[in-house]
C-alpha cells in the first residue's frame, strides 16, 4: 500500500506558475503508474495528465497541453506537477493518484482505475 501527500498549492496570479509535488511512502513509485486530476468549485473532478511507472509515457488533457508538465523522480519518490501559463479556469483542488502496475509504459486516465490517492492541495488563479 502506499501513502500519497500533495503539496505546493496556493493563491498565483493569471500567467503565473507552480510545482505541484506529491510524495509516496510506504511503495517505490517505480512500480505505479501515477496521474493528477483536479475539482474545481462546483464541479466533478476531472483528469490533468498521467505518467508511466516507467516514466518515459505521459498524456494530458486538452485543456493542460502545453501548460502542465508531469515529471517522476524515483530517487525522491516524488511526482510533480509543473503548472505555467495559469488560467482562473485552473482554480481547483488538485489530487495525485497512484495505481500498482505490471505494465512500465501503461497511462491510465480514468480514475476509476487508480486504486490510492492523495487528500489534495487548493490551487486558486485570480484574474
Known amino acids: 500500500q502506499v501513502q500519497l501527500v500533495e503539496s505546493g498549492g496556493g493563491l498565483v496570479q493569471a500567467g503565473g506558475s507552480l510545482r505541484l509535488s506529491c510524495a509516496a511512502s510506504g511503495r517505490t513509485l517505480s512500480m505505479y503508474a501515477m496521474g493528477w486530476f483536479r475539482q474545481p468549485p462546483g464541479q466533478e473532478r476531472e483528469f490533468v495528465a498521467a505518467?508511466?511507472?516507467?516514466?518515459?509515457?505521459?498524456y494530458y488533457a486538452d485543456s493542460v497541453k502545453g501548460r502542465f508538465t508531469i515529471s517522476l523522480d524515483n530517487a525522491k519518490n516524488t511526482v510533480y506537477l509543473q503548472l505555467t501559463t495559469l488560467k482562473p479556469e485552473d482554480t481547483a483542488v488538485y489530487y495525485c493518484a497512484a495505481d500498482p502496475t505490471v505494465f512500465s509504459g501503461v497511462v491510465l486516465r480514468q480514475q476509476r482505475q487508480y486504486d490510492y490517492w492523495g487528500q489534495g492541495t487548493q490551487v486558486t488563479v485570480s484574474s
Open positions: 505518467i508511466s511507472a516507467s516514466g518515459e509515457s505521459t
